[in-house]
Structures are given as structure tokens and as C-alpha cells.
């Protein structure tokens, strides 16, 4: 009688089966076809981390603001960073980007030589589309498939592009980047 019992409840209970998470392999690249759509789901577990945080209140929750009223950018990984680059660049906020978003290293360097590092804003300013491309191809930060992260230098990365992924793109094919004080900086782009 329980076995009969068992029978007849498992054959009512079927596992539901359900893709997650597919991205074709090169599906980042120019030109790519497939057959099966990507599905993308927010990942639980490791890749979780490398994920955007996003707020309930629509706030970026990687954007503290002081009760002075300026911001504070936090920037835990490379694609923390990545989102403040394309963020400052696309508002147009170039004391933002001198200030939070490039290294002190780089700013160094600008005032040496006499200028402010607000020009390094001018200078990618124009090339934000290819910047745009150049992080498209990198979907999770030195966590993507194709990018390799490599020290060079002290607290400095590089996090760039190899291989096919690094095809078709006009100048960058990846950034250093130094941790200071906790946060990632950007040094500047790798061609």
C-alpha cells in the first residue's frame, strides 16, 4: 500500500527544467550569429559578486553621496570601475571622472607636466564609443572569458582582451587600473 502510495505520488511530481544562464561563447563579437537566443538570469553563487548591484530605491548603489553633496564612487572590482568610466563619461562629468574615477598616480602625472586632469576627460571624451565596445566585450570585469588580468606594477593591473575577443576594435583593447585605498582607479587604457 506505501509503495503503491509512493508510485502514485511520483509520477505527479516532475522536475521543472529551466535555462539560467547561455551566452554563446563569442557572442560579444561583431558579426556573430546563433541559432539559440542568450537567456540571462541574475547568477547566485561566484559570478553573483562581479554583477552590477542594483538598489531598490533606483539609487546607484555604488555612488555614495556626502552630506556636503559630493559623491563618493565605490569601486570594489574592475567592473565597478568600468560602470563609473562609462557613467562620468555619458553625464559629461569631468571633475567627477578627475577626481574618483582616475588614479592619483595618473593625476600626478597630469599636474607634472602642468595640466589639469580634467583634460584626461577631453581626451576620452570623444573615444567613449569605443570605450563602450571595448567593456561590451567584457561583460563580468577581469572576471570575462577572453580578458586577462597581470600585474604591472605595485597595485597596478592590466585587464585586457586577448585573443579573438580582442579583434575588430579600432584603439583600446584594455586598462590598468590601481587599488587605492580600497577602490579601483583607472590608470589609463591599453592599446
Known amino acids: 500500500m506505501l509503495a503503491l502510495l509512493w508510485a502514485a505520488l511520483g509520477v505527479g511530481c516532475q522536475q521543472e527544467e529551466r535555462i539560467v544562464r547561455y551566452k554563446p561563447f563569442l557572442a560579444g563579437l561583431e558579426g556573430v550569429q546563433t541559432q539559440t537566443p542568450a537567456v540571462v538570469e541574475k547568477p547566485k553563487g561566484p559570478l553573483a559578486a562581479a554583477e552590477l548591484p542594483t538598489a531598490?530605491?533606483?539609487?546607484?548603489?555604488?555612488?555614495?553621496?556626502?552630506?556636503d553633496g559630493s559623491k563618493t564612487l565605490i569601486s570594489r572590482c574592475g567592473l565597478h570601475l568600468m560602470h563609473h568610466i562609462q557613467k562620468t563619461l555619458a553625464d559629461g562629468d569631468d571633475k567627477l571622472f578627475a577626481s574618483q574615477v582616475l588614479s592619483q598616480m595618473t593625476r600626478d602625472e597630469?599636474?607634472?607636466?602642468?595640466?589639469?586632469?580634467?583634460?584626461?576627460f577631453k581626451t576620452l571624451k570623444p573615444r567613449e564609443k569605443e570605450i563602450?565596445?571595448?567593456?561590451?566585450?567584457?561583460?563580468?570585469?577581469?572576471?570575462?572569458p577572453n580578458v586577462t588580468m597581470s600585474t604591472v606594477g605595485h597595485n597596478v593591473f592590466r585587464v585586457q582582451l586577448v585573443g579573438q575577443a580582442a579583434k575588430g576594435l579600432e584603439g583600446y583593447t584594455g586598462f590598468d587600473m590601481v587599488l587605492e585605498k580600497g577602490s579601483w582607479r583607472l590608470r589609463w587604457f591599453v592599446t
Not at 597630469?110 to 584626461?120: K, N, Q, V
Not at 565596445?133 to 570575462?144: D, I, Q, T, V
Open 56 to 67: 531598490a530605491d533606483g539609487k546607484d548603489p555604488l555612488v555614495v553621496e556626502n552630506p
Open 110 to 120: 597630469y599636474l607634472g607636466r602642468g595640466i589639469d586632469p580634467r583634460e584626461a
Open 132 to 144: 563602450a565596445k571595448l567593456f561590451s566585450r567584457m561583460p563580468l570585469g577581469e572576471n570575462s
